[in-house]
């Protein structure tokens, strides 16, 4: 099948190249409810970026690059694991051409396998993301892409069973970086920095449930997500 | 009403003063669809504050004031007037007991107007807008108040009556700023900034519509909001 898109795509039936008709940079979120923020499903512009990382990311860039106006679109939803990602990646990645691709997934697979559910029975992180990461190399080698580490704080959700889920997103922590790495992305590196924001205010603060972030707690990835990217020969222009 | 109100207080037995139970700074957020940004209608901490200008000031403050970790309330309702502030403010306002309340309104009551709806029939913007004012400072007295400026551009919904919209936002405009002198409000102009942003990119990547602002609209309105209450009197700390 990607063969047939890769021909495709050679043979010019199917423009794959970056740099949409608009001829602005594209950037597309991509992710589970952290990065989804209650966005909009339909083409509502007052509600389309919803409230997360990704809003307060197109808000900041978006008023810094006037000139280039870069265009901010947000896939994320609710739930996903890195293989409910995987299903939909030709209609919610690849039919939107994106040049930068940002990926912030993994709380869901540990959530599932922590809480013993079905939908938790193996694990699949690894080799399901190797699987998105394979494809979209394949797909759009010149993609831009850009892998956020997966994070948890010790409060709410995560605190009584603080010792597994630590151990199981320390593995993803790992293997994102190590993907990261594998697949010529950049890293941005999250657990760190909201170890150090926990010691200046209760971790509920800034992860209102130990996995996801409030408003302040969205303010931090943010700026860490645009230190880190736009230090990089990602940067956005 | 407002005496009987006002003797519960002196009484004790309705404690109207402000700096909540919790001891923090409590920021209320009162307007129309603009301020709304689909923000929760219940207590879902997810997508509680909207994507707004809001949002984007409670990320930037909330992140920078750490030791007293101020509260931000958003209760901004889609398509409202002035007068339809006035008339839920017991509920969406003195029952929150806001330290500092930023009102943002006038779009609606212009573009009912401006339509020739039958919600437009009278012009009561002045009327309404001052009643909340007074009621606001007879029960909150000591209230840090904070009066947007309201705004349009010439994009979209604005395009086809644009004199007319003009010469009515320029009305209210005007108004507002008196009735912030009137009250010992901080006024904080927006159409300068907004007018000044279109010389470097279209009206429409700023209000998306001529009166919706996009994420980057937000984005100006909130560092322009930060930058001006910070400035003044009312400084959140």
Same mark, same amino acid.
């Given at each position: +099948?990607?063969?047939i898109l890769?021909e +495709?795509v050679?043979?010019? +039936?199917?423009n +794959?190249?970056?740099?949409?008709?608009t001829g602005?940079?594209r950037i597309?979120?991509?992710?589970?409810?952290i990065?989804?923020?209650?966005?909009?499903?339909?083409?509502?512009a007052?509600?389309?970026l919803g409230?997360s990382?990704?809003y307060l @990311?197109?808000?900041a860039?978006?008023?810094r690059?006037t000139?280039?106006?870069p265009?901010f679109?947000n896939?994320g939803?609710s739930g996903?694991?890195?293989?409910d990602?995987?299903?939909?990646?030709?209609e919610?990645t690849?039919s939107?051409?994106?040049?930068l691709?940002s @990926?912030?997934?993994?709380?869901?697979?540990?959530w599932?396998?922590?809480?013993?559910?079905p939908s938790?029975v193996t694990?699949r992180?690894?080799?399901a993301?190797r699987?998105i990461?394979?494809e979209?190399?394949e797909v759009q080698?010149d993609?831009?892409l850009?892998?956020? !580490?997966?994070? @948890?704080l010790?409060?709410?959700?995560t605190?009584a069973r603080?010792?597994?889920?630590?151990e199981?997103?320390t593995?993803?922590?790992?293997?994102?970086?190590?993907?990261?790495? !594998?697949?010529g992305a950049?890293?941005?590196?999250?657990?760190?920095?909201?170890? !150090?924001?926990?010691t200046?205010a209760?971790?509920?603060y800034?992860?209102h449930d130990?996995v996801?972030p409030?408003?302040?707690g969205h303010?931090l @990835?943010a700026?860490?997500?645009?230190?880190?990217v736009?230090k990089s020969?990602l940067?956005?222009?």
């Open positions: +099948m990607i063969r890769l +495709m050679k043979e010019g +039936m199917w +794959m190249t970056s740099s949409t008709n602005r940079t597309l979120f991509q992710g589970d409810s990065t989804d923020g209650g966005r909009g499903r339909n083409e509502d007052n509600h389309w409230q990382y990704v @990311i197109a808000g860039l978006g008023s690059l000139a280039t106006r265009e679109v896939r939803i996903d694991r890195v293989s990602l995987y299903a939909r990646w030709n919610d690849f939107l051409k994106p040049d691709l @990926i912030l997934i993994g709380v869901n697979d540990a599932r396998i922590v809480e013993q559910e938790g694990d992180f690894e080799r993301y699987h990461l394979e979209t190399r080698p993609i831009g850009v892998l956020c !580490e997966p994070f @948890i010790k409060t709410g959700a605190e603080w010792d597994i889920w630590q199981k997103i593995g993803y922590q790992q293997l994102t970086r190590q993907l990261a790495d !594998e697949f950049v890293f941005v590196p999250l657990q760190s920095v909201l170890n !150090e924001a926990s200046k209760d971790a509920s800034w992860l130990g996801h409030t408003a302040v303010q @990835i700026d860490q997500w645009i230190d880190i736009q020969p940067a956005i222009r």
